[in-house]
T-cell receptor, first 113, second 113 residues
Framework: SQKIEQNSEALNIQEGKTATLTCNYT??????LQWYRQDPGRGPVFLLL?????KEKRKERLKVTFDTTLKQSLFHITASQPADSATYLC????????????FGSGTKLNVKP | DGGITQSPKYLFRKEGQNVTLSCEQN?????MYWYRQDPGQGLRLIYY???????QKGDIAEGYSVSREKKESFPLTVTSAQKNPTAFYLC????????????FGPGTRLTVT
């Protein structure tokens, strides 16, 4: 069965530094991968989508890479701010026809001032 | 305002009772989803629907039921057959096939005692 892994330990970084979160997957070749942000007690919010034929995607301070050979995606937040503190989830598509996703358990990011 | 609404935010029920969670969207999206989230875990798909009057089971459909009589509404019933119903329930929608992004509601936290 497919498996998607995110570091369960919280990532603690200093304000202004670059945060890098990892998403690894096995037993599947997704057409695309997504990253979401989730704050405590709230629903996830979509951040970025990257397709299998794209190596990198950027949006403001966010950057996502997608290595289909390593079966890994990296999510970077540059010039991190305390407001970036949240749990970040990656999701990959299970169905190449329909938007059906499998979510990782998320990594909690703490940005300290 | 466009978006997805879930009600209520918190719900308490006695064991053995069925309970229905509401999900409404005014985004004119074709696809809708129900997920369950437990502490430290990712989102697990319960049911999803691509169009009105059609829905499919996700990975953990046992003990749950849904209906999709209107495009805007996708209620979830947690039945007494669900062995461990206490969880955070999230509803989401997306425009349709291969569009990528999912929009989530604020969630309903169900506690069954």
């Amino acid at each position: 069965s497919q498996k998607i892994e995110q570091n369960s330990e919280a990532l603690n970084i200093q304000e202004g530094k670059t945060a890098t979160l990892t998403c690894n997957y096995t037993n599947y070749s997704p057409a695309y991968l997504q990253w979401y942000r989730q704050d405590p007690g709230r629903g996830p919010v979509f951040l970025l989508l990257i397709r299998e034929n794209e190596k990198e995607k950027r949006k403001e301070r966010l950057k996502v890479t997608f290595d289909t050979t390593l079966k890994q995606s990296l999510f970077h937040i540059t010039a991190s701010q305390p407001a970036d503190s949240a749990t970040y989830l990656c999701a990959l598509d299970l169905d190449r026809y329909f938007n059906k996703f499998y979510f990782g358990s998320g990594t909690k990011l703490n940005v300290k001032p | 305002d466009g978006g997805i609404t879930q009600s209520p935010k918190y719900l308490f029920r006695k064991e053995g009772q069925n309970v229905t969670l509401s999900c409404e969207q005014n985004l004119n999206h074709d696809a809708m989803y129900w997920y369950r989230q437990d502490p430290g875990q990712g989102l697990r798909l319960i049911y999803y629907s691509q169009i009105v009057n059609d829905f499919q089971k996700g990975d953990i459909a046992e003990g749950y039921s849904v209906s999709r009589e209107k495009k805007e509404s996708f209620p979830l019933t947690v039945t007494s057959a669900q062995k461990n119903p206490t969880a955070f329930y999230l509803c989401a929608s997306s425009p349709g096939t291969r569009s990528g992004e999912q929009y989530f509601g604020p969630g309903t936290r169900l506690t069954v005692t």
